[in-house]
């Protein structure tokens, strides 16, 4: 190519650029009415999972859902399973084509907090903000990664779209991976994307690439039949609550947080200087994190290291302690029964079932006499922090808000995430939309044009993207 065709092939490929924006943009204000329709639609139905009184909502807004497909042409039907619904749908451009499943959910938490302005399941939309309950989390992402997906199939984008709407996310998605063991109603794709997140903060774009796993257990002790009086048996009798506190102590410093358990930091991928001047990127103000958890001092104040803790370092927690009198004054029985109620969050490459197996182990050296009863465990994820579909990612944020994003980790868990990259094993990335003001399981919740606006720039760009990759 002469430098001339070069230009003139630079040129048209500009404008060609231009003529997608405004095609995009054009799109997007005609879809305007259609999106606060299906949202308003949305967020009138209270799907709230963790109430059974609202199963006949669940499946109202799962049939909502596939009328919505279905009104844009797509495929869409309700995969059942043991507990509620799943909503599977799309389209199928080609058999050649790569394949993304879009992943979001539409139960809601409960929203019985007083400070409600406005009935929660009542739809309200002013100036470009939409309130309700699962405005934010998670029904305004979902639709807009729907319209999205529409305007990129019908503009011919070579990429299968499908969507997964769960409808037990709230309550820990028991019955997600008997959902995706049902192949023929949800294929394996080449790619997921998960849009269930929160940003740090107003107009600094963050994409999460990791979630950090947790591991819950019971330790309890018992000395005798029932509390005994200290004048009579104190000294001989022996004190479970105080030799569960000393047992705590060998686990854990709790000053510092630091985990004594042998073994424990073995398979810990500590972040790099990359990933720490990333998550620094995010918008994070120590203040702000303070405020919003109304703690008065932290065992850190600097930004990095506190982003470090909270996002990539694994943690031992105690998180009650049972037993004894807690009545007014101080009753001097010496109690016959504790137990201390304690979680550890994990990191990658950290195994919840190695863990447990350590905790076991060292817990028996320590006290024989204590029973260790596992309570409940999710992996912890590593997705993509570099590499084609972190590019992919990078580039379609800042086709929708004009900046590049800051690459974060979560300190919770999504258990469906760690579910679809088991059951699949295809690189699993996050496009958020959510605000930290949203009030994200808060009262008066809301989703704005904005964030939904943006978002469609966003996840159009991002199919576009996918499509193109190798
Ligand atoms: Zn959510």
Redesign the pocket.
């Known amino acids: 190519m002469t430098a001339f065709v070069r230009a003139i092939a630079s040129h048209i490929e500009g404008e060609n650029m231009q003529g997608d924006d405004k095609r995009l943009d054009s799109y997007i204000r005609q879809a305007r009415p259609r999106f606060e329709r299906m949202l308003a639609e949305m967020v009138e139905q209270p799907s709230i999972s963790m109430d059974p009184a609202h199963a006949p909502d669940i499946r109202r807004a799962a049939l909502l859902a596939v009328q919505f497909l279905r009104d844009l042409g797509a495929e869409a039907r309700i995969v059942e399973t043991g507990g509620y619904p799943v909503v599977s749908g799309g389209w199928t451009t080609g058999a050649k084509h790569p394949t993304v499943t879009v992943y ?2 539409l139960d ?2 409960p929203a019985q907090e007083p400070e409600w302005r406005q009935p929660p399941f009542a739809f309200r939309k002013r100036d470009g903000v939409y309130r309700g309950r699962g405005a934010t ?2 029904k305004g992402p979902a639709l807009t990664a729907l319209l999205a997906g529409h305007y990129a199939v019908e503009h011919g984008v070579p990429i299968n779209i499908r969507f997964l709407w769960e409808l037990e ?2 309550i820990g998605s028991p019955h997600f991976a008997e959902a995706l063991r049902q192949k023929h109603a949800i294929p394996r794709p080449d790619s997921v994307v998960v849009s ?2 929160i940003w740090i903060a107003k107009g600094r774009p963050a994409v999460p690439y990791g979630l950090r796993g947790l591991l819950g257990a019971r330790l309890s002790l018992q000395t005798g039949a029932s509390d005994a009086h200290s004048g009579l048996t104190g000294g001989a009798a022996r004190n479970p609550l105080a030799e569960l506190c000393a047992l705590a102590h060998a686990c854990v410093d709790a000053r510092s947080g630091r985990v004594k358990i042998p073994g424990f930091y073995d398979d810990v991928v500590p972040p790099t200087r990359a990933e720490i001047k990333s998550f620094l990127a995010s918008g994070f103000q120590v203040n702000r994190f303070m405020r919003a958890y109304g703690f008065r001092t932290l065992r850190t104040t600097s930004p990095a290291d506190v982003l470090r803790r909270i996002w990539a370092s694994p943690t031992f927690e105690v998180h009650g302690l049972v037993g004894g009198y807690t009545g007014p004054g101080v009753k001097t029985a010496v109690p016959g029964h504790g137990e201390l109620k304690i979680s550890m969050r994990l990191v990658p490459d950290q195994r919840p079932e190695k863990i447990f197996a350590l905790l076991r182990r060292f817990v028996a050296k320590q006290n024989p006499n204590v029973k260790v009863e596992r309570e409940g465990m999710l992996q912890p994820f590593r997705g993509v922090f570099r590499g084609p579909y972190a590019d992919a990612i990078r580039s379609a944020v800042r086709a929708g808000f004009g900046k590049e994003p800051a690459f974060i980790r979560e300190g919770g868990s ?1 258990g469906a995430v760690a579910t679809m990259h088991r059951a699949w094993r295809v690189p699993v990335l996050f496009l958020g939309l ?1 605000l930290p003001e949203h009030g ?2 808060a009262p008066n919740e809301y989703f704005d044009w904005g964030q939904a606006s943006g978002g469609m720039r966003a996840f159009a760009s991002y199919f576009a993207e996918l499509a193109k990759l190798p």
């Open positions: 979001n959910h809601v938490q989390d998670d996310e709230e269930d997140t999504i959510s994200y399981h």
